[in-house]
Each structure stands twice: as structure tokens, then as C-alpha cells.
């Protein structure tokens, strides 16, 4: 068992190993939706969510496995349940806010290929962790992918203000705003351990 | 086969090397694509790695397009694509421990890279197999491509080496936040700023020889 303490963990999943900006996880929403504010957190939200329940599924389903000696469905058993828990906040949204249902649009679907999630999956099999740790790195890293996409779409509708060099338009601008922000964030290098 | 057939056929193979290039043109699969590409071995076995999911899953898929009902597709697609991923994930372990070290969890992360998904559904679902997998093969020769070409300049930059042997002097003071995150999304977004810069000037090169003519 992994001897980090439930802090440690959080911390670590949120400032010093994010998921996007320090390990690369979940980029294709992390472009795609922070273009505006309003859009971003409530995204961030719903993956955050995602990721909780599939951590709760993965922890049961790998115990289940590893009892049956089944180590080789692993991923295959994981997407299944990450694609049904992203069907069931898909639902749920599509009810209770059917405006913001429309403004996701394809995004939201696309959770289920949200390597962040399957990544919060993974993770906490490979280094073994108990289930409040599971829980925790869970919530921390979808607490750090809603804190990055929120971070990344004030800037950009900062930047719709100024005016940009033609060539830079677009995504290669992006790309040099999440430089800088993955550089300010290596900062917290070692924080948390 | 008729010239017609042999030129569609060359046409699919090349759409996705240059005109729909998976890295440079529609920005796809980011995350393994900034995550390994820290050297250039690592992005050579990743995209062969890839290359191999790709087109066993777009040749499997095109075959059962017939069977499957609508509405279970995108599951259908998904396990179909994380069978290859285990095979692989497996196969690399066996093969060479480094390489299987070196990028960790990413190998089964690549059932959730876009490309694999959206070749599977934007072409392999309404097309034969072979012109399916000629397409995905062109696609992911691509990605080896756009992998390759950020790996090399980040380990050129980062570390002053080129598939591990030392390119400089040891005067070399190695430019190390390029192997570090921030350096993938800079060398991208360098990387996205040429071929953009390329493109208007071409552009600006065929209005001008339009206007030639108009006038």
C-alpha cells in the first residue's frame, strides 16, 4: 500500500502533478472548451464528477479481477464503465439543464475519450492505493482539471480583447498560453511529494 | 486494378501524411503526443504502437460495419480498440522492458487517443476494409510523422542528443525545460506557428498570381 498521506495525495493531484498542464492528461477538452468561461467550469465539474465515479467502479472492478485472476481485462472493463458513467451524467444533464446540454454539445460525449478519467483509473491501480486514497486522488485531479481549464479560459477571453499577430490565430496560440501556464505550474514542483 | 482505382487508393494513403495530418492539421490525439515525446526513440514506439491499433481496429471495424446495429456502435468501436491496446501493451512488455518504463501508462492510453475513435467512426464504419486500412495505415504514418518531428526537436533542444548519441560539444549547455511539460506544448505550438506561416504564404503567392492574370 502506497504510504502517502491523504493531503500529500490531494495536493500532489492538484498543484504539483496536474493532470493537464504537468502530465498531459485530458487535453483534448482542455483546448476545445476553454474558450469561454461560462463553458469551462461547469465542464471541469462534469468531469470531475466522471472521474469520481469511475474511480468508485475501477476500485470494485479491479478487486473483482484480481480475485478471478483476470488482470487482462482490466482496460477493457474500465472504458465500459467510464462509457456508462458518462452516458448516465450525460442523461442527467440533458434534464435537469438542457442549455447547458446544447453549449457542451460534442465535448460531452467525449468524456468517455477523456484520458484524464481513464487516466485517474489507471493510476490508482498501478500504485495501489486504498480506497480513501483512490477517492481522494480522484477528487484532486478533477479538482486540478477544472482549476486548468478554468485558469486557461480567462486568459483566452482576455486575449479575444487584444489583437493577435494572423499567423498566431487559432490553435498554435493555445498551445504557447498552456506553455506558460505548465511553467508557472512547475513551480509547485515537489509540493505535496 | 485500373489506374482510376490505383490513384484513389494512392490519394487515401496520402490524406492523412500531409493534407489531414493527424499532429499538425487537426491538432488529434494530444496527450500521447506531448506526453512521450520527450526523445526520439520514445516517439518512434509509440507511433508504431499506435500504427499497429490503428489498423487492426479500422480493418476489424470496416469488416463488422455490416453487423453492428446503429446504436451500439461507439461501444462496439471501443472494445474492439482496447483489445488491440492489451495486445500491444502486452507484446511491448515482453519485448523491451525500457520502452515499456519509459512510457508507462500511456501504451493503454491509447484507446483513448481521438484518431483511433474518429478514423473508426468518420471512416472505416462506411468504407471496404482495404481502402479502410490503407487510409488508417496513411493516417498513422502521419502521426509517426508529427510524433517524430516533436520528439527529435525537443531531444535536440532538451538534451543536445539524437536517438541517444551527442550531437554537440560538451560545451553544450542543454536547454533542459524543453524535455519538461511546458517544452511539448512550446515546441507544438512553434511547430503550428511554420506550417500557418507556410500556408498564407502560399496563399498570399496564389492571390497574387490570380490578380496577375485578372488583370
Known amino acids: 500500500m502506497a504510504p502517502e498521506s491523504l493531503g500529500q495525495i490531494f495536493l500532489a493531484a492538484v498543484l504539483a502533478n496536474n493532470f ?26 462534469a468531469t470531475t464528477f466522471v472521474m469520481l465515479v469511475a474511480s468508485l467502479c475501477a476500485f470494485g ?30 442523461m442527467f444533464l440533458k434534464k435537469t439543464s438542457p442549455g447547458l446540454f446544447r453549449a457542451l454539445g460534442i465535448y460531452l460525449p467525449l468524456i468517455t475519450t477523456n484520458c ?43 486575449l479575444q480583447l487584444s ?27 515537489g509540493l505535496g511529494g | 486494378m485500373s489506374d482510376l482505382a490505383q490513384a484513389r487508393t494512392f490519394d487515401e494513403f496520402m490524406e492523412g501524411i500531409w493534407r489531414q495530418n493527424p499532429v499538425f492539421v487537426m491538432v488529434l490525439g494530444m496527450c500521447p503526443t506531448l506526453a512521450v515525446t520527450v526523445s526520439a526513440v520514445n516517439a518512434l514506439s509509440m507511433g508504431l504502437a499506435t500504427m499497429f491499433v490503428l489498423v487492426c481496429s479500422c480493418g476489424l471495424v470496416s ?4 453487423i453492428v446495429p446503429k446504436e451500439v456502435r461507439i461501444a462496439t468501436y471501443i472494445v474492439i480498440i482496447a483489445t488491440f491496446v492489451t495486445v500491444v501493451d502486452y507484446v511491448i512488455q515482453a519485448v523491451s522492458l525500457a520502452v515499456y518504463d519509459a512510457l508507462g501508462a500511456f501504451i493503454q ?69 524543453m524535455v519538461l511539460p511546458p517544452g511539448g506544448f512550446i515546441v507544438l505550438g512553434a511547430w503550428l506557428l511554420l506550417f500557418s506561416a507556410l500556408k498564407r504564404r502560399k496563399e498570399a503567392r496564389l492571390a497574387a498570381q490570380g490578380g496577375g492574370h485578372g488583370a
Not at chain 2, 469488416?63 to 455490416?66: E, G, P, S
Open chain 1, 20 to 45: 493537464v498542464l504537468a502530465m498531459f492528461l485530458g487535453l483534448c477538452p482542455f483546448l476545445g472548451v476553454s474558450a469561454r468561461l461560462e463553458t469551462a467550469f461547469p465542464m471541469g465539474i
Open chain 1, 163 to 189: 489583437s493577435v499577430p494572423g499567423v498566431a490565430q487559432g490553435t498554435a496560440l493555445s498551445l504557447m498560453l498552456a506553455g506558460l501556464l505548465s511553467m508557472a505550474f512547475m513551480g509547485f514542483a
Open chain 2, 63 to 66: 469488416l463488422m460495419r455490416r
Open chain 2, 109 to 177: 492510453l491509447i484507446v483513448v487517443n481521438c484518431i483511433i475513435l474518429g478514423r473508426a467512426e468518420a471512416h472505416a464504419s462506411k468504407h471496404p476494409p482495404v481502402t479502410a486500412m490503407v487510409n488508417a495505415l496513411g493516417m498513422s504514418i502521419g502521426f509517426v510523422i508529427g510524433l517524430f518531428a516533436l520528439g527529435a526537436v525537443r531531444e535536440v533542444l532538451g538534451a543536445g542528443t539524437l536517438f541517444g548519441f551527442s550531437l554537440f560539444g560538451a560545451n553544450f549547455q542543454p536547454w533542459v525545460v
Open chain 1, 61 to 90: 472492478l479491479n478487486l473483482l479481477l484480481t480475485m478471478f485472476q483476470l488482470e487482462f481485462l482490466r482496460l477493457i472493463s474500465y472504458i465500459v464503465v467510464i462509457a456508462s458513467a458518462v452516458q448516465l451524467v450525460e
Open chain 1, 116 to 158: 484524464a478519467v481513464l487516466g485517474v483509473a489507471l493510476f490508482q491501480t498501478a500504485r495501489e492505493y486504498s480506497f480513501a486514497q483512490a477517492m481522494v486522488f480522484s477528487f484532486g485531479g478533477g479538482a486540478g482539471f477544472t482549476l486548468a481549464l478554468v485558469l486557461m479560459a480567462s486568459v483566452r477571453e482576455r
